[in-house]
């Protein structure tokens, strides 16, 4: 009998694997997968209605009614990464907001809030949190998600918000082991090389990950990143470099990076990666969420893309590729981490450590950066937003700067590749003469276009203020302003008030 045809082995492998899907209710070929054994499934944006609150908290009773025990995940990091929040801007500091204050109290009570929401919302894994350790200031991926630029402060923090996430009683997954920091390539778009020695990765980039472990975080999330140092293949699909996550102690879930992101998908194909990567000693697959982001042949959905995997490893069962034992192993972990949610939720979670509610707007403000002068008159306000574009990873398009601060008009000039001053000559020609400006930049670096922009922007309007809501420059900008460590509805608020003093 054919794996495909064999009801065990169709089981087996549905239950190493985590897809996304399209729309808010839950479609007939997922709940025909839950029937046939699937681990669960990751929430995006499209699945989340946020004008009903009482959407998504039926969707994942609808999900949990299919099957028990169903893992249910979604991509929360607070700060610029939400999906509870996509439309209108996270209401929780970022990362790097936490690490400025640098008070572990604050941020597994930030942990703790974020359960809090993740757990109303039926889910029961948060992809949380970013353990990276942000050394490249011209990272394209992580910047602001990560808690700072050195191992220590990033590891202690990490160790604070699992210890948080976990007292609410959602399960932490971790990323991206063995770290996204040193890169300057998106692995949504691209195959991210690290060059650092090993012995620079084991000190600067490894300890936050063995933080995790020693807090006892419930899963890890790979990287579909290269070290060369460790070998040729992303660390997802590398069998030392898992190995590695196990040598350290963590006997919990390894759950891979999106497997629809073009590291993978461009380079190996989404059927194959996943094969490799659960002979790698991966336990989970995540899918994705349903995405062109690698190649794909012609206009697919969300099944077809669940239908790709599935059937690659049903084929490499077939013909040897994959050993049954190595998808029992995998099936077991995924069992084994379906069990501590399920003993969390009957436990309950903490609501927080101290009775009182989360103050984001209390750690925004002592994290922000005030360069200069920065005060706006009121009248007309015109946003002049020079920021990339939102990557992958991030999603939402929500805008909250120009809602808090009230302006007449946004004036949006992404760069990308484009000339610095084809784009500010066609954005200054539509800002009024007397139009206070306020720039949105995030990143600042020397020699960036938006960098160039600033200096255009600097000699037609030295009156205007930037907001950076990235990382700051190495060195002083032409103009003054604020650097935010983040990009937030509530980042937006306290920047309205710092600019304008009026609270919002």
């Avoid at 003469?433 to 949105?440: K, N, Q, S, T, Y």
Wanted: with cysteine; glycine share 10%.
């Amino acid at each position: 009998m054919s794996a495909s045809s064999d009801p065990g082995v169709r089981s087996l492998v549905a239950s190493v694997l985590w897809p996304g899907f399209s729309g808010r209710t839950a479609p007939d070929w997922l709940l025909h997968a839950l029937d046939e054994g699937l681990a669960g499934a990751v929430y995006f944006g499209q699945n989340i209605d946020q004008t009903d609150a009482a959407q998504l908290p039926a969707l994942s009773a609808r999900l949990r009614e299919a099957r028990p025990g169903v893992l249910l995940g979604i991509d929360e990091e607070g700060g610029p990464v939400t999906r509870l929040e996509a439309a209108t801007g996270s209401t929780l500091p970022s990362a790097s907001q936490l690490g400025r204050v640098d008070d572990t109290t604050i941020t597994r009570a930030a942990g703790v809030e974020l359960a809090r929401r993740v757990r109303a919302s039926g889910a029961t894994v948060a992809l949380a949190p970013v353990a990276d350790v942000n050394t490249n200031p011209r990272n394209p991926v992580i910047g602001t998600r990560a808690f700072g630029a050195t191992a220590e402060l990033v590891g202690r923090h990490v160790a604070a918000m699992v210890a948080g996430i976990q007292a609410g009683g959602i399960a932490a997954c971790v990323k991206h082991f063995p770290g996204h920091g040193d890169t300057a390539v998106d692995s949504h778009l691209g195959l991210p090389h690290v060059t650092l020695p090993a012995a620079v990765v084991e000190s600067e980039h490894l300890p936050p990950f063995q933080a995790a472990i020693d807090a006892g975080v419930a899963a890890v999330m790979t990287s579909h990143v290269v070290v060369d140092a460790f070998g040729d293949l992303p660390a997802t699909l590398d069998p030392r470099v898992l190995g590695m996550l196990r040598e350290r102690g963590f006997s919990g879930t390894i759950i891979t990076d999106a497997l629809d992101m073009a590291a993978i998908r461009a380079e190996f194909g989404a059927g194959a990666g996943a094969v490799r990567a659960i002979l790698a000693g991966a336990d989970l697959l995540c899918i994705g969420n349903p995405s062109d982001l690698g190649p794909k042949h012609g206009s697919t959905s969300d099944l077809d893309d669940y239908a790709e995997v599935r059937d690659a490893l049903l084929a490499a069962v077939d013909d040897g590729t994959l050993p049954i034992a190595a998808l029992e192993r995998a099936s077991r972990s995924v069992a084994g981490l379906s069990e501590w949610t399920e003993a969390a939720s009957r436990a309950g979670g903490a609501s927080s450590d101290d009775g009182e509610a989360f103050d984001t707007a209390r750690v925004v403000r002592e994290a922000i950066a005030v360069r200069g002068s920065v005060s706006v008159p009121a009248g007309d306000r015109v946003v002049l937003d020079l920021r990339d574009r939102a990557s992958a990873a991030v999603a939402s398009t929500a805008e909250p700067f120009s809602v808090a601060l009230g302006a007449e008009r946004v004036v949006a000039g992404p760069l990308g590749t484009r000339d610095a001053v084809a784009v500010m000559s066609d954005a200054l020609g539509q800002i009024p003469e007397d139009g206070a400006v306020i720039a949105l930049v995030d990143a600042v670096q020397p020699g960036s276009s938006q960098r160039r922009a600033l200096g255009i922007l600097a000699v037609a309007r030295p009156s205007a203020v930037v907001v950076n809501t990235g990382l700051p420059a190495p060195d002083a900008l032409v103009l003054p302003g604020l650097d935010t460590y983040g990009s937030s509805r509530a980042t937006a608020a306290v920047v309205a008030e710092t600019l304008t003093g009026v609270a919002v």
